[in-house]
Nanobody
């Protein structure tokens, strides 16, 4: 069993930056695929980024967001730069104990955090 806790969300102006953290407890995290998803009001949950040995990004965030991990501290980060109002959503961290061939699908992940709100004002 893995517990995931997100932090780092908040209110930021357009063009600003935030760094989200996903801290895992319960198991060693280094062999897990970890993904970030987001859900805006009235919209479906969508893929943002994922990491195993390589990184994956949604086209909408490529070049602006960076996912990284520090295995020694069981933490995955999402650095978000050049934020836009359309990035406003609840951001969720998800993990699965294998290398997912397609990490963009939310149904493939076994563990989820509670989410952290990101609000970007125009």
């Amino acid at each position: 069993q893995v517990q995931l806790v997100e932090s780092g969300g908040g209110l930021v102006q357009a063009g600003g930056s935030l760094r989200l953290s996903c801290a895992a407890s319960g198991r060693t995290f280094d062999k897990y695929t970890v993904g970030w998803f987001r859900q805006a009001p009235g919209k479906e949950r969508e893929f943002v980024a994922a990491i195993y040995w390589t990184t994956y990004y949604a086209d909408s965030v490529k070049g602006r967001f960076t996912i990284s991990r520090i295995n020694a501290t069981n933490t995955v980060y999402l650095q978000m730069n050049s934020l836009k109002p359309e990035d406003t959503a609840v951001y969720y961290c998800a993990a699965d104990p294998q290398q997912l061939p397609d990490p963009t699908g939310s149904s493939r992940y076994d563990y989820w955090g509670q989410g952290t709100q990101v609000t970007v004002s125009s």
